[in-house]
């Protein structure tokens, strides 16, 4: 029973149970049969953060960014390709400090963009600033 993860969907919030193993079939809801790792950033929000960062098992990777700043512009791209390649791994989601600034404020976000990673639905690590592909999969293979 140890194997089994807990995976929020992203769609309808049904808390889905998996194997460990099976993470990488691409597994869909039990509920609403959607994909529950997709392969790109989800927009999260203060709504939906408790189910989809702090209740998930997957190590979660969070950009915050606004729309009017220039380097979360240049790594928006950046962050999305990183999800396509390694989303077996990790969930990642992207948060608008604009439009959810509670959640802003309640992890100091001081300089974006800033990338958090949430295991056990705990902050385990931040890095602010742009990256390049290369340098983000770098630092999240040191974050596993």
Do not use: Y
Request: some cysteine.
């Amino acid at each position: 029973m140890s194997d089994l993860v807990h995976l929020n969907c992203p769609h309808c919030q049904v808390l889905n149970r998996i194997p460990q193993a099976r993470l990488v079939d691409g597994p869909k809801c039990g509920k609403c049969k959607e994909p529950l790792l997709k392969g790109k950033p989800l927009e999260v929000n203060e709504q939906n953060f408790a189910a989809l960062v702090e209740g998930s098992d997957v190590p979660v990777v969070i950009d915050f960014w606004a729309s009017w700043c220039g380097p979360c512009k240049m790594m928006t791209p950046i962050f999305a390709e990183v999800a396509a390649k390694d989303s077996n791994n990790w969930r990642f989601v992207k948060i608008n400090t604009e439009a959810n600034q509670q959640l802003a404020a309640r992890f100091a976000i001081r300089s974006i963009p800033s990338l958090l990673v949430f295991k056990g639905g705990k902050e385990v690590a931040r890095q602010a600033g742009a990256m390049q592909a290369g340098q983000l999969q770098a630092w999240l293979a040191s974050q596993l």
